[in-house]
C-alpha cells in the first residue's frame, strides 16, 4: 500500500492504533490477502533465539522456535467476534475484533516448570525463559514494522480474553503455550469507526532520557 520505505522511516511511523468499531455492524474485509500475512511472518520470523523449546512444544507446530503464530483473517476474526458476542463479555476485545483485516496470537513457549512452582506463577523465571520471552518479542516488533511498512495500521494487545484455556481449546492452541499479544491489523481506511492511539506514545521520552554512555 506504501511506496518502500526505509528502515529508519518504518521504525518512525509506526504508531500503535487500536481501531474500535462496532461490533454489531462491523467493518466489511478490506481486502489483505493470507499471503501477505505469510510473507510478513516469514521475514518477522528472522527475529533471532537463543535456545529452542522444549520437545514438548513441538507436537503441532514442529520450529524449534521459541514462539507461534495462529493466524486469523478477516472472516475468522468476523467468526470469533460472533462467538464472543454470544458466549461471553470480552469487552474492547469485540471492538477491535469488529475492525480488524487480520489477527495473530503471538505466544511463547516456557520450559516446563518445577513442580514445586505456585499455581499463580505462569511461568519460571530463568533466564532461558526471558530469552525466549525477549525472541518472541522480536518476532512480533518485526511484523509490527513489516505491516506499517505495507501501509496497515497495528495495535498490540495484552489479548483479554484471547489469553483464556476458553480461546486455546476453540482454537487448539496448546495451553502450555503463553499469549505474548494479539496482534490487530486494520486498513487505514476505517471509516467512522475510533481510532486511539497509545497511551504511553508520547512518554518514552528522548534518547538521552534513557540511554548513557558509560564511563571508565
Not at 503463553?178 to 475510533?194: C, H, K, M, S, T
Request: proline share 5%; with cysteine.
Amino acid at each position: 500500500m506504501n511506496d518502500h520505505l526505509k528502515l529508519k522511516d518504518v521504525l518512525n511511523s509506526r504508531v500503535t492504533s487500536k481501531v474500535l468499531a462496532d461490533p454489531i455492524k462491523p467493518l466489511p474485509p478490506y481486502g489483505l490477502e493470507r499471503s501477505e500475512v505469510d510473507e510478513w511472518l516469514s521475514s518477522a520470523g528472522q527475529a533471532p533465539f537463543h535456545h529452542q523449546a522444549e520437545r514438548s512444544h513441538k507436537a503441532s507446530l514442529s520450529s524449534p522456535v521459541p514462539w507461534r503464530m495462529y493466524k486469523f483473517d478477516a472472516l475468522n476474526c468476523r467468526e470469533l467476534l460472533t462467538y464472543l458476542n454470544e458466549n461471553t463479555d470480552a469487552g474492547k476485545i469485540c471492538n477491535m475484533l469488529a475492525a480488524s483485516e487480520a489477527m495473530v496470537l503471538a505466544t511463547w513457549t516456557p520450559d516446563a516448570a518445577n513442580d514445586d512452582l505456585s499455581e499463580n506463577i505462569l511461568f519460571e523465571g530463568t533466564e532461558r525463559n526471558m530469552e525466549h520471552v525477549a525472541a518472541a518479542s522480536a518476532a512480533v516488533q518485526n511484523l509490527l514494522l513489516l505491516a506499517t511498512e505495507a501501509g496497515w495500521r497495528t495495535y498490540w494487545s495484552t489479548g483479554g480474553v484471547l489469553r483464556t484455556p476458553q480461546i486455546f481449546n476453540r482454537y487448539n492452541i496448546s495451553n502450555s503455550e503463553i499469549l505474548l499479544g494479539a496482534i490487530f491489523i486494520y486498513p487505514q481506511d476505517v471509516g467512522d469507526a475510533e481510532i486511539r492511539k497509545g497511551k504511553l506514545c508520547d512518554a518514552r521520552g528522548n534518547v538521552s532520557d534513557w540511554s548513557r554512555w558509560v564511563t571508565n
